[in-house]
Nanobody, 115 residues
Framework: QVQLVESGGGLVQAGGSVRLSCAAS????????VNWYRQAPGKQRELVAS???????NYPDPVKGRFTISRDNAKKTAYLQMDSLKPEDTAVYYC?????????WGQGTQVTVSS
């Protein structure tokens, strides 16, 4: 049974940094792509970072240069380093691993950026 558990969220001041972790179990993590999404109140869930099983990364423009996704296959963990945070980055952040027939999601972790 695949499980994804996020951690590392919290309250941070604008301009600060937060590092999120996504620990995976029940799967061969090294072959999986990993995504981080976020969802702010009243808004749709949006993709903020992706990393392939080969380590290739991709970011949308709103977070490019501020967010960094990485992975440690030995620990079966993915990370999202978020720097220069802005109040508009406030959201619940979710880890996602797309499967062949089913997408796996963590429970989410709240990040609140105060101005």
């Amino acid at each position: 049974q695949v499980q994804l558990v996020e951690s590392g969220g919290g309250l941070v001041q604008a301009g600060g940094s937060v590092r999120l972790s996504c620990a995976a179990s029940g799967m061969i993590f090294s072959i999986a792509a990993v995504n981080w999404y976020r969802q702010a109140p009243g808004k749709q869930r949006e993709l903020v970072a992706s990393i392939t099983n080969g380590g290739r990364t991709n970011y949308p423009d709103p977070v490019k240069g501020r967010f960094t996704i990485s992975r440690d296959n030995a620990k079966k963990t993915a990370y999202l380093q978020m720097d220069s945070l802005k109040p508009e980055d406030t959201a619940v952040y979710y880890c996602n691993i797309p499967g062949a027939t089913y997408d796996y999601w963590g429970q989410g972790t709240q990040v609140t950026v105060s101005s």
